[in-house]
Every structure is written in C-alpha cells, then in structure tokens.
C-alpha cells in the first residue's frame, strides 16, 4: 500500500468533478432487481475513490438491490483506500466485493478493500495479501505506520467476522494466498467464477447496511447487470497515472530545464520542462517510486552535460546512457505488479537522450560561447588586401573571403592593407589601414 501524500491530487480530483457531468446509470426497465457493478481497477488513487463514492452514494438513491465492487489492483495511495473503505461502510445499499476475473489480485491496498466489505468472494486463480505499506522510497517504511496498518486492517477483518490474524500477517509480512487459501483461511466467503454465479448464490442471504446499523435481505438471482463508467474527468486522470509517462515526464522535465540553463532565452524549454516535471511528481505520488531511482536519472543527465564542458572521449555520455538505463529499471519498486517502465521505452530514451546531448545541445552550447554574432556587420574594423584594384569599386580580401569593396579614400592598388569603416549589403566601405602602405609579398594576404 502506497501510503505517500497525494502532491496535489486533491485539486485534479476536482477538476475532474467539472469536465464531465457524472454518468449514472439509468433505472433498469425491466421488473427484474438491478445490481450496479463497479470496476476498481488499475491503481487506487483519488479520482476512483470519487468514482467509487460517487456510484454508491447514487446507487443508494436508486435504492438498487446490491452493488458490486469488481477488485483488480496492485495497490495505490494509501488515503484513497480508506476514502473507498469509508464509502463502503457507510453504504445504504447492500456490497459484494469480488475479486475478478481469473488472473486479478488484490494486492497491496486491494486486500484492506476486499476485507472491508460485507461480503467478500474471488475469482479461482486470483490472489490476495501482500499489504506492507510502502513508501516513496520503494522500502517498507517506519514500524509506528505499519502498526497502524496492521491494526486497521485487523479492525476491518474482526467487523466483518474474518481470519484478524492473517490480516495482520498481510501486513506485517506482506504474505500472499490463492481464492482457495483464502476461503479456507476465512479470509473469504465465496469463490466463485462469474459475477452472474455469485448473484445467483448471494440470493436470499441478509448483508448488513450503512455500517451495520440496517441490513437487507438480497433477492439478486437474475438480476439485470449494469456497469458504472467512470465519468470523463475521472477516466482521463485515472489513466494517466501510468509508470512510463511518469518516467518520460519526469526524464524530459529536467531536460528541459537543463536545456534552459545551458542556453538561456528560449523560455519555452524552461517552462514545458517545469510543468513535465511537476506533472511527473504528482503521478510519482501515486506510485511505489524507489528514490535510487530517481538519483540515477539525475546522474545521468549531469553525465550528459559534463561531457559537454570536458574532452572525454564520449565516456560521460555512455556513462549517461547506462545510468538512464539503471534509473529506469529502478524507477519503482518491483514488487507492486506492474509498477514498471517498458524495457524498450527506457533503452531508446536513453540513446535518443545521448544523441541530442552528443549533438543538439552540444550545438547550442558552442553557438553561446562563439561570442558577438557572426553577421556581415561584425566585419567593421577589420582588416585586409586590395585583390583587385579599387577606383570606385573593387575586390578586396577579409578575413579569408572576397568582398566587393568601394574606397573611402581615393584609388587604392592591389595588395594594399586596407580597415573595413562601414558595410553597405554586400558591399564594405574600406580605407588604407596605413598611410602609404605598401604592396605586401604574394601570398600574404591569403594566410
């Protein structure tokens, strides 16, 4: 269970609220009873608690026969779970947790869920447990939180007549079982396929209500099934919390920044570079980050730019590259599933990172430090040859190149030394650099 604080998930939760109107769903026609069905799925964050609270919250208006909550998790933030429990305790409509189907867990801050509700089912080849909170560092993290953990996830289990002790050995040992295991143990009370076969055997059992103060008999066999969407707000920030947009987030953000400080007065770099890299904060706040991670990632770009400043032969930018590399597979704690960035996502970053050090910032830093421009004007006060004698035009030599060339000072002869005063165009404005300067040996003027 990801317990770190929410970086300002609040505020996009409810941003969420005004991008979309809440979906509910319609009151079935039919005369059969109507079970709501709620897919948390994915991380455990703000925008499904507001999701969960708000189906349950119109599910109790409707006065539905039972709502379903279909668990597939690795976990989440650890103040969302108990928004989610809250929720569920003080529901006024009956719940079943199931988790479903085949292959889902609930892991982590799934398994505080799963405990929680009224009636508890899985799906045959799912598991549940592994609930040692976690903190940003990837590690477990003090003794007094994870007290605190196991004595909530032990209250949980005893309200609702469960197995306390392996509740507790969840989240002190992060132990993990199978649906069977878990309905042996009592951690359960059903396993069984489908949604539709657990309605079909919950019929006629009494599930107590708003935390216990009322209960209802359900009458669900049969029932019509109606799956509540998220709304459009909450499905859009819900998906972005994904562990490679985090990664390539936070990766280009201090590029960008980088990019700024190297070459000033770009401003956009700087800008979208801040915004990447505090967007990639709050998604890290939902995710099991490993801090070493993160220091790796930061090595490598300050590789990237020490080779720029140093002659290294290339090393610091392989150097760079490997430390991408190892920051990226380091990125999150490995033993929340699925919190991992693409192995083919974090190798072609990091080349395409060392080529646009290796050659577009290395531009851009050279062009900084080449001094005042490098126009035609910068030509004024140099010096150089008549080649080619100059009445009221000529050609003269500056600086390596031919110029046409007018004089200031009368008719100058070929190979006198002569001072750019002004520039027309193409055309400089030139006079004797000495007076009566002389022809200069053949050659010279071309050095």
């Known amino acids: 269970m990801n317990t770190t604080r929410r970086f300002g998930w609040a505020a996009v ?18 005369s059969e009873p109507t079970v ?16 969960v609270e708000r189906v349950l919250k119109d599910a109790g208006r409707r006065h539905v026969e039972a709502v379903i909550v279909r668990i597939d998790t690795p976990g989440g933030l650890g103040s969302s779970m108990r928004e989610i429990i809250e929720a569920i305790q003080a529901s006024e409509v009956p719940v079943l947790c199931w988790v479903g189907p085949p292959g889902a867990r609930a892991a982590s801050a799934g398994t505080f869920i799963l405990i929680s509700c009224p009636f ?12 040692h909170p976690v903190g940003i560092t990837g590690d477990v993290l003090p003794e007094k939180v994870t007290n605190d953990a196991a004595a909530y996830i032990r209250a949980l289990a005893q309200a609702n007549g469960r197995n306390a ?11 993990s079982i199978t649906a069977d295991e878990a309905k042996r143990l009592e951690v359960i009370d059903l396993v069984v396929p489908s949604i539709r076969e657990l309605l079909r055997q919950t019929n006629g059992l ?21 799956v509540a969407p998220m709304s459009l707000g909450e499905s859009i920030f819900h998906t972005l919390i994904d562990p490679n947009l985090a990664f390539l987030l936070f990766v280009f953000g201090i590029v960008g920044i980088v990019y700024e400080v190297l070459h000033p007065g770009l401003n956009l770099a700087g800008v979208l ?10 998604i890290v706040g939902m995710l099991p980050v490993n801090v070493a991670g993160l220091v790796l990632i930061m090595a490598a770009i300050a590789f990237f730019v020490l080779d720029l400043k140093v002659t290294g032969h290339g090393l610091p930018t392989f150097a760079g590259v490997a430390c991408l590399v190892l920051g990226g597979l380091f990125l999150f704690n490995p033993s929340v599933p699925k919190a991992h960035v693409s192995r083919p996502l974090i190798v072609g970053v990091a080349i395409a990172l060392g ?23 910068t ?10 004698t100059l009445d009221s035009l000529g050609v003269v030599l500056v600086r390596a190149e031919q110029w046409s060339a007018r004089s200031k000072g009368g008719k100058l002869a070929e190979g006198t030394k002569i001072r750019v005063v002004r520039v027309d165009r193409l055309t400089l404005e030139v006079e004797p650099a000495q007076a009566g300067s002389e022809l200069q040996p053949e050659g010279e003027g071309i050095r």
């Open 13 to 30: 939760a409810t941003l969420a609220l005004y991008l979309s109107t809440p979906f509910a769903p319609q009151a079935a026609a039919q």
């Open 36 to 51: 709501v069905q709620i897919n948390q799925t994915g991380t455990v964050d703000p925008l499904s608690a507001h999701y």
């Open 120 to 131: 508890a089912a899985m799906a045959p080849g799912t598991n549940v447990g592994a609930a």
């Open 165 to 175: 002790n392996w509740a507790e050995k969840a989240v002190r040992d992060s132990v």
């Open 206 to 226: 009494t599930i107590p209500t708003a935390g216990g103060e009322r209960s209802a008999t359900l009458e669900t066999e049969g029932a019509t099934i109606e």
């Open 273 to 282: 570079g801040f915004i990447m890299l505090v967007a990639s904060f709050v």
């Open 355 to 377: 080529l646009f050090f290796a050659f577009v910032v290395r531009a851009a830093f050279k062009a900084r430090h080449l001094g005042p421009g490098v126009g035609v004007e």
């Open 379 to 388: 030509l004024v006060g140099a010096t150089g040859f008549v080649t080619k």
